[in-house]
């Protein structure tokens, strides 16, 4: 049972313009999501989270969206850069636990 | 950033050996460790929940007599894949949490160790 899901797994963007990931997820108990971003031969590093608290935060030119009613979340990266070429894991949690639950990711590349 | 450090980064052995991964978390100390499995085309799956002079907290599926984890210091913790086989082969990955973090925005994660058994 996948409790979070990314249905695309790739997605290419033109740099300079704006990049939307989506991560859907069916557990109503999380209450946590981050993401994580991915380089060939290393390990997820942590991008940008939200709370379910919150509709939206915003860290430089990477933006989380949460709407809870359609258990969805989406990151927005404008503008694109060619660093931003990695994969993206959408993750969860719930009641502060620190177990994770992970997507299986999107491969997004951007063209120069 | 904080470091974590996994190793070896791939090994193939044969069916029926053991393999051991070890992780570290290089300039902090963590009390958990967690160790995770993506197979093919699948999300990171947690195995297990590695705590340091306690025993392991395994998810619901993992067999611990398997998956033997080890977590005999703040620093290091290490999975060890008994009597492999070619169903065992899948891409291993730990990860730690720095202690002042709050909930997982201090995360860290090795970076893997991909295990195909013969």
């Known amino acids: 049972d996948q409790q979070v899901k990314q249905n695309s797994p790739s997605l290419s963007v033109q740099e300079g313009r704006i990049s939307i990931l989506n991560c859907d997820y069916t557990n109503s108990m999380f209450d946590y999501f981050l993401w994580y971003k991915k380089y060939p031969a290393e390990g997820p590093t942590f991008l940008i989270s939200?709370?379910?608290?919150?509709d939206k935060n915003e860290d430089g030119r990477f933006t989380v969206f949460l709407n809870k009613s359609a258990k969805h979340l989406s990151l927005h990266i404008v503008p694109s850069q060619p660093g931003d070429s990695a994969v993206y894991f959408c993750a969860a949690s719930a009641n502060g636990n620190e177990k994770l639950t992970f997507g299986t990711g999107t491969r997004l590349t951007i063209i120069p | 950033g904080a470091v974590v450090s996994q190793h070896p980064s791939r090994v193939i052995c044969k069916s029926g050996t053991s393999v051991k991964i070890e992780c570290r978390s290089l300039?902090?100390?963590?009390?958990?460790m967690f160790w995770y499995r993506q197979f093919p085309k699948q999300s990171l799956m947690l195995m297990a929940t590695?705590?340091?002079?306690?025993?392991?907290?395994?998810e619901q599926g993992v067999e611990k007599d398997k998956f033997l984890i080890n977590h005999a210091s703040l620093t290091l913790s290490t999975l060890t894949v008994t009597s492999a086989h070619p169903e065992d082969s899948s891409f291993y990955i730990c990860?730690?949490?720095?202690?002042?973090?709050?909930?997982?925005?201090?995360?860290?994660f090795g970076s893997g160790t991909q295990l195909s058994v013969l």
């Open positions: 990860s730690a949490r720095e202690p002042t973090g709050t909930r997982n925005e201090k995360l860290f």
């Open positions: 300039d902090f100390q963590a009390t958990t």
């Open positions: 939200i709370s379910s608290i919150k």
């Open positions: 590695s705590n340091e002079g306690s025993k392991a907290t395994y």
